[in-house]
């Protein structure tokens, strides 16, 4: 019989890890098709009830195709372009249309000289539908054989969008390889041995793998909806949770290999110890991000399930393979620094002097700590968060924002996607002219179903319908045209209460307004989520109140921070709302998290030493594991920025320095302090906030100590 058990010890974990191992490889199949099922086109992410998405589908009666319109440049580089150069031109724009003869969904426009006779364009209406392709027609464009005297631009929208998800490329690659690497450096810093860092990595990787497979059955289901930024950050948050459960699993285990001489025990008396922290931390998260369901912007919504999905196979591999793998090397997994049975436990005297220093001057800790925080928070509303241009999303900037800058010095910088009005027949004239004397707009012309837009001659009439396009005079992604379409929106509804305006400037428009309202809905949601899960796993009321008031403030702290930093360090030309909201949804569900191991723990220590001494010697125990796993999830979060996109470094950097003033302020001074003061009374009205069972509690100590 002892036999048979002794086999079965080992029999188990090995089946365990073997499975996870064989299905890595079919698994990992899927993790390239993801981008596949990706999309990116923001007009397809927004509500129904958004006026844009109505005109978009009033549009489709006047027998028109969607198109992303993509311009062609030509800038005269000394004076107005004489014959010789216009008839290079017409060459080059044959040649694009050879290029693109697959890709367009209209007819393109003859080459359009500027008044000044400085430049020239032509239009191409390109399919929206292309997917890759676009950004491979793009490329072949800008590899035209330039005019002599001139240079030349690939502009517009559709140019625009290429380049913006141009800066997804990495996902697959470089991004992951910048998080493996960065956990890995900060592994071999805090643990010292070469294979541990090993297990840990390729228990996110096991995770990552499983979680990839799964979101592209779904996205290819349609249950979902990805994009390449929820994906990226998909793809960051499962190895970076991955990793914080694994940590928080070895050094609970290398703690009992010191009390027990049996891997075996060891690793049993860990999982009983960490599972419940692990499974209520990976819960708030997964209920945190399951909010953004209630998002009416589809991208949010997609997001909300393939970051529940990364989370909860964190949770099952750092529960499963990551336990199996430590049980078959047992203390060798630790060399050269074996945990020796029967040694003395050794949290680190840093974290005993920090506890000291919090149980002496408890309320020197809490006053100065929640005053850093409020001179952060100051900065808070100071954060523009009113959208950027798409043009302006890609660091250092992009070939098609510099064609849109060129575009503009000749033309209107919204000719190519003018404001599309939709208004009843009767009375459009009074429309039109009300459209035409908002500031912003250039001309407005009626559609007339005989070609291009712009024709002279009557209106087409549908179903009592006429449509009218409003050229703008700035880029149509810029928040200046956004303006002018808010105005355009407001004069004509006051002419005709039944006018529509959409386009592609509307789209954005109305994404921001989404954005914001889905800000407002979230917000509080998450909030009220996170403190009900939170009373459940601690019993108690008063101390999850406290605990989420405390991430709160670290959120608009963190805000403050990237309002200074983005503005005057970065010199980014603004933020977005979805921004704000992913980086609060993630701020908040992933910053409770230190805080539900530090008040495990202490619930734990309070049942056999008290409250205040209780908080105490958790606050040491857990200083190391919870400060490396803050390290790297900052550090995971960060690798973001190795994408060249501005909303993808804003998110790394919020959501890095966020984890990392949660780690070193907030769970490790703040809180302390807060419960060491409140002592009992924190507990209520669990039985702890009355003393552990009754019992006379031993003497409290005035430091920390350990277990």
Not at 45 to 65: G, K, N
Not at 187 to 212: D, E, K, N, Q
Not at 359 to 378: E, H, I, K, N, T
């Given at each position: 019989?002892?036999?048979?058990?002794?086999?079965?010890?080992?029999?188990?974990?090995?089946?365990?890890?073997?499975?996870?191992?064989?299905?890595?490889?079919?698994?990992?199949?899927?993790?390239?098709?993801?981008?596949?099922?990706?999309?990116?086109?923001?007009?397809?992410?927004?509500?129904?009830?958004?006026?844009?998405?109505?005109?978009?589908?009033?549009?489709?009666?006047?027998?028109?195709?969607?198109?992303?319109?993509?311009?062609?440049?030509?800038?005269?580089?000394?004076?107005?372009?004489?014959?010789?150069?216009?008839?290079?031109?017409?060459?080059?724009?044959?040649?694009?249309?050879?290029?693109?003869?697959?890709?367009?969904?209209?007819?393109?426009?003859?080459?359009?000289?500027?008044?000044?006779?400085?430049?020239?364009?032509?239009?191409?209406?390109?399919?929206?539908?292309?997917?890759?392709?676009?950004?491979?027609?793009?490329?072949?464009?800008?590899?035209?054989?330039?005019?002599?005297?001139?240079?030349?631009?690939?502009?517009?929208?559709?140019?625009?969008?290429?380049?913006?998800?141009?800066?997804?490329?990495?996902?697959?690659?470089?991004?992951?390889?910048?998080?493996?690497?960065?956990?890995?450096?900060?592994?071999?810093?805090?643990?010292?041995?070469?294979?541990?860092?090993?297990?840990?990595?390729?228990?996110?990787?096991?995770?990552?793998?499983?979680?990839?497979?799964?979101?592209?059955f779904l996205a290819r289901e349609g249950w979902i909806a990805v994009n390449g930024q929820s994906q990226g950050i998909a793809s960051i948050l499962v190895v970076g949770a991955a990793t914080d459960y694994g940590l928080l699993l070895v050094a609970r285990y290398r703690e009992e290999l010191r009390e027990e001489e049996s891997r075996f025990t060891a690793?049993?008396?860990?999982?009983?110890?960490?599972?419940?922290?692990?499974?209520?931390?990976?819960?708030?998260?997964?209920?945190?991000?399951?909010?953004?369901?209630?998002?009416?912007?589809?991208?949010?919504?997609?997001?909300?399930?393939?970051?529940?999905?990364?989370?909860?196979?964190?949770?099952?591999?750092?529960?499963?393979?990551?336990?199996?793998?430590?049980?078959?090397?047992?203390?060798?997994?630790?060399?050269?620094?074996?945990?020796?049975?029967?040694?003395?436990?050794?949290?680190?005297?840093?974290?005993?002097?920090?506890?000291?220093?919090?149980?002496?001057?408890?309320?020197?800790?809490?006053?100065?700590?929640?005053?850093?925080?409020?001179?952060?928070?100051?900065?808070?509303?100071?954060?523009?968060?009113?959208?950027?241009?798409?043009?302006?999303?890609?660091?250092?900037?992009?070939?098609?924002?510099?064609?849109?800058?060129?575009?503009?010095?000749?033309?209107?910088?919204?000719?190519?996607?003018?404001?599309?009005?939709?208004?009843?027949?009767?009375?459009?004239?009074?429309?039109?002219?009300?459209?035409?004397?908002?500031?912003?707009?250039?001309?407005?012309?009626?559609?007339?179903?005989?070609?291009?837009?712009?024709?002279?001659?009557?209106?087409?009439?549908?179903?009592?319908?006429?449509?009218?396009?409003?050229?703008?005079?700035?880029?149509?992604?810029?928040?200046?045209?956004?303006?002018?379409?808010?105005?355009?929106?407001?004069?004509?509804?006051?002419?005709?209460?039944?006018?529509?305006?959409?386009?592609?400037?509307?789209?954005?428009?109305?994404?921001?307004?989404?954005?914001?309202?889905?800000?407002?809905?979230?917000?509080?949601?998450?909030?009220?989520?996170?403190?009900?899960?939170?009373?459940?796993?601690?019993?108690?009321?008063?101390?999850?109140?406290?605990?989420?008031?405390?991430?709160?403030?670290?959120?608009?702290?963190?805000?403050?921070?990237?309002?200074?930093?983005?503005?005057?360090?970065?010199?980014?030309?603004?933020?977005?709302?979805?921004?704000?909201?992913?980086?609060?949804?993630?701020?908040?569900?992933?910053?409770?998290?230190?805080?539900?191991?530090?008040?495990?723990?202490?619930?734990?220590?309070?049942?056999?030493?008290?409250?205040?001494?209780?908080?105490?010697?958790?606050?040491?125990?857990?200083?190391?594991?919870?400060?490396?796993?803050?390290?790297?999830?900052?550090?995971?979060?960060?690798?973001?920025?190795?994408?060249?996109?501005?909303?993808?470094?804003?998110?790394?950097?919020?959501?890095?320095?966020?984890?990392?003033?949660?780690?070193?302020?907030?769970?490790?001074?703040?809180?302390?302090?807060?419960?060491?003061?409140?002592?009992?009374?924190?507990?209520?009205?669990?039985?702890?906030?009355?003393?552990?069972?009754?019992?006379?509690?031993?003497?409290?100590?005035?430091?920390?100590?350990?277990?």
């Amino acid at each position: 019989m002892p036999r048979r058990t002794s086999v079965l010890r080992w029999l188990l974990p090995a089946v365990v890890a073997l499975i996870w191992l064989g299905l890595a490889a079919p698994l990992g199949g899927f993790s390239g098709k993801l981008s596949s099922v990706q999309e990116n086109d923001s007009t397809a992410f927004l509500p129904d009830s958004a006026e844009s998405t109505r005109v978009t589908e009033l549009q489709r009666e006047f027998a028109t195709e969607r198109s992303l319109p993509v311009i062609l440049l030509w800038e005269s580089e000394d004076g107005p372009l004489d014959q010789e150069q216009l008839a290079a031109i017409g060459e080059r724009t044959d040649e694009a249309l050879r290029i693109t003869e697959d890709a367009l969904s209209g007819e393109a426009s003859p080459p359009i000289p500027s008044q000044d006779g400085e430049a020239a364009q032509v239009v191409l209406p390109f399919s929206p539908d292309l997917g890759d392709e676009l950004g491979v027609v793009i490329g072949e464009l800008r590899d035209l054989e330039a005019v002599d005297g001139t240079t030349e631009y690939v502009t517009g929208p559709g140019a625009t969008f290429s380049d913006f998800a141009e800066g997804f490329s990495g996902i697959d690659g470089l991004l992951l390889l910048a998080a493996f690497g960065v956990v890995l450096v900060i592994l071999l810093v805090v643990y010292r041995s070469p294979l541990l860092p090993l297990l840990v990595i390729g228990t996110a990787a096991m995770a990552l793998v499983a979680s990839t497979a799964v979101a592209y059955f779904l996205a290819r289901e349609g249950w979902i909806a990805v994009n390449g930024q929820s994906q990226g950050i998909a793809s960051i948050l499962v190895v970076g949770a991955a990793t914080d459960y694994g940590l928080l699993l070895v050094a609970r285990y290398r703690e009992e290999l010191r009390e027990e001489e049996s891997r075996f025990t060891a690793m049993r008396i860990a999982l009983k110890q960490s599972w419940e922290p692990i499974v209520a931390s990976g819960a708030t998260v997964i209920l945190g991000v399951l909010c953004l369901l209630f998002s009416d912007l589809g991208s949010n919504r997609g997001l909300g399930p393939i970051s529940a999905v990364s989370i909860a196979f964190a949770m099952l591999a750092a529960l499963t393979f990551l336990p199996a793998v430590l049980v078959l090397f047992g203390r060798a997994a630790f060399w050269p620094f074996r945990p020796k049975f029967g040694s003395e436990q050794a949290h680190g005297r840093g974290w005993e002097r920090v506890a000291t220093s919090v149980g002496r001057r408890p309320g020197r800790v809490l006053v100065g700590s929640l005053g850093l925080l409020a001179v952060l928070a100051v900065f808070a509303p100071t954060i523009d968060a009113e959208g950027i241009a798409l043009s302006d999303a890609v660091r250092g900037g992009s070939p098609s924002g510099v064609g849109q800058e060129a575009l503009a010095r000749h033309f209107d910088a919204g000719s190519a996607a003018p404001a599309v009005i939709i208004t009843p027949a009767d009375g459009w004239e009074d429309v039109a002219d009300a459209a035409g004397q908002v500031d912003g707009v250039s001309d407005v012309t009626p559609f007339t179903g005989q070609g291009r837009p712009g024709q002279p001659g009557e209106p087409a009439e549908v179903d009592g319908l006429v449509r009218l396009d409003a050229t703008l005079t700035d880029a149509p992604d810029s928040p200046a045209a956004q303006g002018t379409v808010a105005e355009l929106r407001t004069a004509v509804s006051d002419v005709d209460a039944d006018t529509l305006v959409g386009g592609s400037t509307a789209s954005d428009l109305d994404t921001q307004d989404t954005a914001a309202r889905d800000l407002l809905v979230i917000v509080p949601l998450v909030l009220l989520v996170i403190t009900v899960v939170l009373a459940l796993l601690l019993r108690a009321l008063v101390a999850p109140v406290l605990l989420v008031a405390t991430v709160a403030v670290s959120v608009l702290s963190t805000v403050g921070v990237g309002a200074l930093v983005f503005e005057h360090l970065f010199q980014f030309p603004g933020s977005d709302p979805q921004v704000l909201l992913i980086g609060f949804v993630f701020l908040v569900a992933l910053g409770i998290d230190y805080n539900i191991f530090l008040m495990t723990r202490a619930r734990e220590e309070s049942m056999r030493h008290g409250t205040r001494d209780g908080v105490l010697r958790a606050l040491a125990v857990t200083g190391g594991v919870i400060t490396s796993a803050g390290l790297v999830l900052a550090a995971t979060f960060g690798a973001l920025t190795v994408l060249p996109l501005v909303i993808l470094t804003q998110l790394g950097f919020l959501v890095g320095f966020g984890v990392l003033l949660d780690t070193f302020v907030v769970r490790s001074l703040l809180v302390p302090a807060l419960v060491h003061l409140l002592g009992d009374r924190i507990w209520w009205p669990s039985k702890l906030a009355k003393g552990p069972a009754g019992q006379p509690r031993e003497r409290e100590l005035s430091g920390a100590t350990t277990s």
